[in-house]
């Protein structure tokens, strides 16, 4: 029998300034399941490395990056993969916001939180935990190439290729996964299991 959990999660809308409590339910409560690990810590931390390592070779003659993480998901990354960085960079953070049935997205993407500084004329590498569909991420390069920056580029830890729904680019992505239901490391399921040190994948749906 699947024992029923109510979360809350918190909507914003820019168009109205609401803010809002909307409880839902989910089945199973995720967070009392251990979940089994498909990347470990120590795989994490070297391809974090190499990723950043190979971003600062390529940027190495651009001058200054602005690194533009995508709430919630990417804090941990964001965190890590800068603090390996060898060229000049500054942090960013946009939010947004996509529509589906709790677990599934719809495609439909809508901004929640946008950067605080301008991009205009600058190197903006978009920092994202996981591509899943690509609407995210095709919906986030459109928006920032329209506001003028020298260049756009795209990271991603992780990649469910078999889930791509757009064509879109990660010029530089840790791990492309199965499709299976991914927590830790900056990863939720309804808002559980984002500060696990590792990668790991639970079943929502058993
Ligand atoms: C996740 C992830 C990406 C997006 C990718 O965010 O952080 O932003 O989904 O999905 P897509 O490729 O299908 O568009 P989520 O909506 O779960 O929010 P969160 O980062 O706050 O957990």
Not at 9 to 27: A, F, N, V
């Amino acid at each position: 029998m699947a024992a029923y959990h109510t979360v809350f999660t918190s909507g914003i809308h820019t168009e109205d300034h609401l803010c809002s409590l909307q409880p839902y339910q989910i089945e199973n409560d995720v967070s009392q399941e251990t979940p089994e690990v498909l990347i470990d810590e120590a795989d994490i931390e070297a391809r974090v490395q190499e990723l950043a390592a190979q971003i600062s070779s390529d940027y190495e003659q651009g001058g200054e990056v602005v690194l533009i993480g995508v709430l919630k998901g990417s804090f941990i990354f964001l965190a890590d993969l800068s603090r390996k960085l060898s060229i000049p960079r500054v942090i960013e953070f946009i939010a947004v916001s996509s529509y589906g049935s709790g677990s599934r997205s719809s495609g439909a993407v809508r901004l929640v939180m946008d950067v605080r500084g301008s991009i205009v004329g600058k190197h903006v590498l978009i920092v994202e935990d996981i591509v899943d569909t690509g609407h995210t991420l095709k919906y986030l390069i459109g928006m920032l190439e329209s506001h003028g920056p020298a260049s756009v580029k795209t990271c991603a830890l992780v990649r469910k290729a078999e889930r791509a729904e757009v064509d879109v680019d990660v010029d530089y992505l840790g791990f492309d996964i199965p499709d299976k239901w991914v927590v830790g490391y900056g990863l939720d399921y309804a808002e559980q299991h984002r500060t696990l040190p590792y990668i790991g994948i639970i079943s929502p749906d058993d």
